[in-house]
């Protein structure tokens, strides 16, 4: 059974740091694409950042140059190391993962609060 758990959400100022994580178990995902979303309130979700088995990355615009993906596949562990933080960045940020020969993410996360006071 595959399980994708995030921790390392919460408060933080405007202009702070967070670094979310994303313990994945249940099959092998060295070669899957992993990925954050996020949504708020009222919103829908947004692809945040992806990283691909050959570990280059994507983001949406509105993170670039604050946020950076990585990933640890021994660890089977994906990060989002967020800087700058902006209250617009107030979501609950889900880990997801689109499995190699699969045509969409499939395998999602509970996901984890983070909040960007001004």
């Known amino acids: 059974q595959v399980q994708l758990v995030e921790s390392g959400g919460g408060l933080v100022q405007a202009g702070g740091s967070l670094r979310l994580s994303c313990l994945a178990s249940?099959?092998?995902?060295?070669?899957?694409?992993m990925a954050w979303f996020r949504q708020a309130p009222g919103k829908e979700r947004e692809l945040v950042a992806q990283?691909?088995?050959?570990?280059?990355?994507s983001y949406t615009s509105s993170v670039k140059g604050r946020f950076s993906v990585s990933r640890d596949n021994a660890a089977n562990t994906l990060y989002l190391e967020m800087n700058s933080l902006k209250p617009e960045d107030t979501a609950t940020y889900y880990c997801a993962v689109w499995p190699v020969g699969s045509n969409n993410y499939t395998y999602w996360g509970q996901g984890t609060q983070v909040t960007v006071s001004p």
């Open positions: 990283s691909w088995s050959t570990f280059s990355s």
């Open positions: 249940g099959r092998t995902f060295r070669r899957d694409v």
